[in-house]
């Protein structure tokens, strides 16, 4: 079992930039894939970025050149650093890990979940 705490999320302008973590408990955090989801209000929660345990990644279209995912197995910290902000990136930001090598794009693959981490984005 893991539990997730994300941390990072506030209030930027838009072309701002902010990083979020997410803290991992547990001496597994490297044995799962993980993922960063976000949730608008009156949408549903959706995957921007994805991480395998071998550090390879994803993200949605809609993030691509902006938003980078990373971690540090060492810390148990998974890292999503997002640059360009606009004001269409706010919403809750939620980290998830999932049990397996490989990430997935299907939230119901996803194991644990954190709290989540409030994004705003102010034009």
């Known amino acids: 079992q893991v539990q997730l705490v994300e941390s990072g999320g506030g209030l930027v302008q838009a072309g701002g930039s902010l990083r979020l973590s997410c803290a991992a408990s547990g001496r597994t955090f490297s044995s799962y894939a993980m993922g960063w989801f976000q949730q608008a209000p009156g949408k549903e929660r959706e995957l921007v970025a994805a991480?395998?345990?071998?550090?390879?990644?994803y993200y949605a279209d809609s993030v691509k050149g902006r938003f980078t995912i990373s971690r540090d197995n060492a810390k148990n910290t998974l890292y999503l650093q997002m640059n360009s902000l606009k004001p269409e990136d706010t919403a809750v930001y939620y980290c998830?890990?999932?049990?397996?090598?490989?990430?997935?794009?299907?939230?119901?693959?996803?194991?644990?979940w954190g709290q989540g981490t409030q994004v705003t984005v102010s034009s």
């Open positions: 998830a890990a999932k049990w397996s090598t490989t990430y997935s794009v299907r939230r119901g693959s996803y194991d644990y």
């Open positions: 991480i395998s345990r071998g550090s390879s990644t």
